[in-house]
């Protein structure tokens, strides 16, 4: 519930900042709560983790117990979770943002998510007089931090009005692409189809590679420099030369993305076959227990299938 | 056969400039063929279309009517032809090059093909005391016209040495990758891996946002500033945007090199279903009857297929 009995379109601290809150200090979401800080916004953030809580209360930010109280008196509520299913909770819950936060504030959805879950979403929030901008993002937890996000974004006038100062805040550049719900969505989900499938690519390939007993090193010398060369393979081969799958962006990650994007081709009737072979990469990767490894151990799961000795963290290939 | 009674291993013209021939003046080998005149080779170029050898004669350089007859004083052969069979006619069917060309002198080949072919071959010319150097290029037309290829190349350290002034001529980096046939091929082959399914999954991609409405000229600005990007899409993406499908590179390319890709895994029990998926969408493209343009056009497949429409030529879509 709003504990304003009149609703403020951009509620101030005492101080005067602008108030805004963060719900879900993950990676992407504590380096823009602090982003958002650094820029002089007065921020709740919020989080299913108490440790996050306390971290950023450690920090100097405000801490809330829930993401109503966070964002019972803010302008911009920023939403950070891991996908449309926590989105639509945090939303529409019994207790949930929309209910509570003030008339006129917009909600800032950064989860990646189908698209037609995104019109749906905003369409429930717009109805009570809130502003609904689909958001989501790019650019990793050290960019989040730097404030140096990219961010795909589209939603009424009035929906990227109300935001423009958090989103300057938190990002280095901000795509305006279009004035409706989903269409941020959609760019985001054409961005993941891609990165989801250089990722097993490069899987494939460099596996590959090793069970044809080449150099690894020179592989990624040679690819880098040549026009099989691809954004993600140029930052997730190094994992695999270094035998180093702690998770920067999980396996799992594209399990839900990549399961996104057949949800997607599936109800408008587009055969989508290299993502789909791709999507079963992943999800053997989880099956041979990689879940909560790093997605570039998509290419142990081709070194397993295939009786294949990758490097080893330390040392040269086993 | 040698028109010597004396091998020699550079046979120099009366000029004593090095006498070097060029096998293929196609697009890539004709820039060969005039990198290796501009850096002072006497350039011996042959083809089976003689309208190819005419314009190279028109340009100052020597032709020749058959590849024995190109080879019988070439210190260095350069092969550039289409695929491995070809390669093979060139230097072992009667009359071929491998009985023509002196001993002592390199065959540096440069069609993409299966390292075990290559390993053949190479064991087949150097029986005979001639050098073998295993030389994938990559780099397109305009830079083979400039000497500003990359070549992949691995040899014994003698077809090094003998091709030596050649490869400096042609080329802007020569990788040097092992001291036996077969490793150059393994590589170039890694790399057709990867460029072949980012071109199809670039196809999907863009595609896909058209069927979802999406402003394709905001989805290339995007994309290649996210990690969704690849030097392929970065490179291919124009074509479609544009219309334009006139073959800077054929669907048919990739027909082949995919499929000496799936050769190779089947030999080796390595499962490599995104490549196989990628195979399959430009054998789609070949079935459209696209074989014979440019690659970009797997995107013309997709959208067959989903009912979508792409940019047309000089206008918005269609």
């Known amino acids: ?28 979401g504590f380096g823009m709560a602090q982003s958002l800080r650094r820029a002089g916004f007065d921020v709740a953030g919020t989080d299913v983790n108490p440790d996050a809580v306390a971290r950023f209360v450690a920090e100097g930010g405000r801490g809330a117990a829930s993401p109503a109280e966070a964002a019972a008196d803010a ?13 639509e909770a945090v939303l529409f819950a019994p207790g949930g943002v929309a209910a509570a936060m003030p008339e006129g504030a917009v ?8 698209p037609a879950v995104a019109r749906r979403l905003a369409a429930g929030l717009e109805a009570t007089g809130r502003h609904y901008l689909d958001a989501p993002i790019s ?8 404030g140096e996000l990219t961010v795909m974004a589209s939603g009424t006038p009035a929906a990227f009005a109300a935001a423009r100062g958090a989103l300057d805040a938190m990002a280095a550049k901000v795509h305006e692409l279009g004035d409706a719900a989903g269409i941020g969505a959609s760019f985001k989900m054409i961005n993941q189809l891609l990165a989801g499938v250089h990722i097993a690519a ?19 010398e040679v690819i880098t420099g040549s026009a099989g060369n691809s954004w993600m393979f140029e930052n997730r081969v190094p994992h695999i030369l270094a035998g180093d799958y702690r998770p920067l962006s999980a396996i799992e990650i594209f399990v839900k ?11 408008e009737r587009f055969p989508a076959p290299i993502a789909a072979a791709a999507l079963q990469m992943y999800l053997a990767s989880a099956g ?30 086993e």
């Open 1 to 28: 519930m709003s504990t304003h009995s009149t609703p403020l379109a951009t509620p101030r601290a005492a101080s005067g900042a602008a108030r805004a809150a963060v719900i879900g200090l993950g990676s992407m």
């Open 75 to 87: 302008a911009v509520v920023v939403c950070v979770v891991v996908n449309a299913a926590q989105t």
């Open 107 to 114: 909600f800032v959805s950064s989860a990646t998510m189908d």
């Open 139 to 146: 650019g990793g937890a050290a960019r989040a931090a730097k």
């Open 202 to 220: 490069a899987g494939e390939a460099v596996a590959l590679a090793a069970k044809l007993g080449l150099d690894l090193d020179k592989v990624y």
């Open 257 to 267: 993305d990549l399961g996104i994007v057949q949800d997607m081709v599936r109800a």
């Open 288 to 317: 041979l227990g990689f879940g909560r490894d790093d997605d570039s151990s998509v290419a142990r799961t081709y070194a397993q299938l295939s009786g294949t000795r990758l490097p080893q963290p330390g040392g040269p290939a």
